[in-house]
């Protein structure tokens, strides 16, 4: 007999395994960055910073604020813990899950083979070239290794040769990031940033799949075969291969979800044993655009009746919520949006745009300018300024006086 999970459960299903609901007065430190990173499974890294870079945002809307330098220390240096693959897109994850893409960089490097043409194929010395330099140098950004040869090129972001050649490497896994030095990545050897016990460590295909399924569903709490294989950019086929034996095994719980089927019918979807089933949430917090709660837009629809398109890409006659607009969370329920902008030349969070959805409580905009002042004080912003567009922005702002 198949469960059912309501739809309102399952929300604070899904945002108990995101780490929601858990936030301490007690200060955050290492320990508990290290933890959020540990349930989450990655941050997803984004060069967009007109608020703030994607990956310092997690943390923030689960804990409240922090010291962002304490998250650069472990993302960098030899003490660090969590190192860069591509994992969901460009992200920050546990060093430990490194050698679980190891499959996934002989896809790239036998991709680059078979392919005619292939960039690596004519600049196999440049390569080398490469490789002797970080041996023989240690640790280094693609500026520092770039040599009079090299000729920028391209129409958006003018890479060199050597910054091509270096981001090859790194997703066939001969080169490893070595942390971000003002946001430009370190390359390494992965003898140079990882223990020998972790290079040694051998998995196959499968086990791999195995593992990085069972990480997506405990990281998710509940969700379908879609969302499982979506955390990691899985395929479906070998994800159903690998949950079919987590069902087997009494990790992953079949139920189904009144409202997720076709035309709001019940639907398929998989508890895992160790989620937590809240009675109340709790949240307040804005979310980045790249938080996993909500970068599956179909998951977040499912969940939340949002629909959530980022509008950078939009021309500006054509935007309706803003250029970079951050979902509101308040209980378990997106409630809204806010386009943001750190300016930090004047000390100043202007708040571009602010929107409602239709059923959003009439709390709303007073629980937001608490979160707007955390934020603003965790930029050491001063100020707070309120643009008059969008449905919400005139009662935020008197919130905000």
């Known amino acids: ?44 890294i984004d060069s967009v910073n007109v608020f703030e870079r994607s990956h310092y945002m997690p943390a923030f809307s689960r804990l409240g604020p922090y010291d962002k330098t304490q998250l650069d220390r472990l993302t960098t240096g030899r003490e660090a813990r969590f190192t860069e693959y591509w994992a969901h897109e460009a992200s920050f994850l546990p060093i430990d899950v490194w050698p679980l893409f190891y499959w996934r960089m002989q896809h790239y490097r036998d991709r680059s083979a078979e392919t005619p043409g292939d960039w690596s194929h004519a600049n196999r010395p440049m390569l080398d070239w490469l490789m002797a330099e970080l041996a023989a140098n240690g640790p280094m950004r693609a500026s520092a290794i770039e040599h009079d040869a090299n000729k920028r090129s391209g129409p958006w972001w003018g890479w060199s040769d050597v910054k091509i050649g270096l981001e090859i490497l790194f997703r066939w896994g001969d080169v490893v990031s070595a942390g971000r030095n003002r946001f430009e990545r370190v390359y390494a050897l992965p003898e140079q940033v990882f223990p020998p016990e972790l290079l040694g460590r051998k998995i196959s295909t499968v086990a791999a799949h195995r593992e990085l399924v069972s990480r997506s569903a405990r990281a998710h709490g509940i969700g379908t075969v879609k969302d499982f294989a979506d955390y990691f950019r899985l395929k479906s086929a070998p994800t159903l291969v690998a949950m079919r ?75 309706v919520f803003g250029y970079y607009s951050l979902p509101i969370l308040l209980g378990d329920t997106v409630v809204g949006r806010i386009d943001l902008k750190n300016d930090r030349q004047a000390g100043v969070l202007r708040v571009q745009a602010a929107w409602a959805e239709p059923a959003a409580p009439a709390d709303a905009a007073g629980r937001l300018a608490q979160v707007l002042r955390e934020a603003a004080g965790w930029q050491g912003l001063s100020e707070i300024v309120v643009a008059p567009r969008g449905n919400l922005a005139a009662g935020l702002a008197a919130e905000l006086l």
């Open 1 to 44: 007999m198949v469960d059912t999970v309501s739809a309102a459960l399952a929300r604070r299903i899904a945002l108990a395994a995101q780490g929601f609901g858990a936030r301490s007065a007690s200060p955050v430190g290492i320990r508990q960055l290290t933890a959020l990173v540990h349930r989450l499974e990655l941050l997803q």
């Open 245 to 319: 034996e987590l069902v087997e095994a009494g990790e992953l719980i079949p139920v189904e979800v009144p409202g997720w089927g076709p035309r709001g019918g019940a639907g398929a979807a998989w508890l895992h044993r160790d989620a937590r089933l809240p009675r109340t949430m709790d949240a307040q917090a804005v979310l980045s655009p790249f938080d996993p709660v909500v970068w599956e837009r179909a998951r977040a629809l499912r969940l939340f009746d949002f629909h959530y398109r980022i509008e950078i890409y939009t021309p500006e006659p054509k935007r």
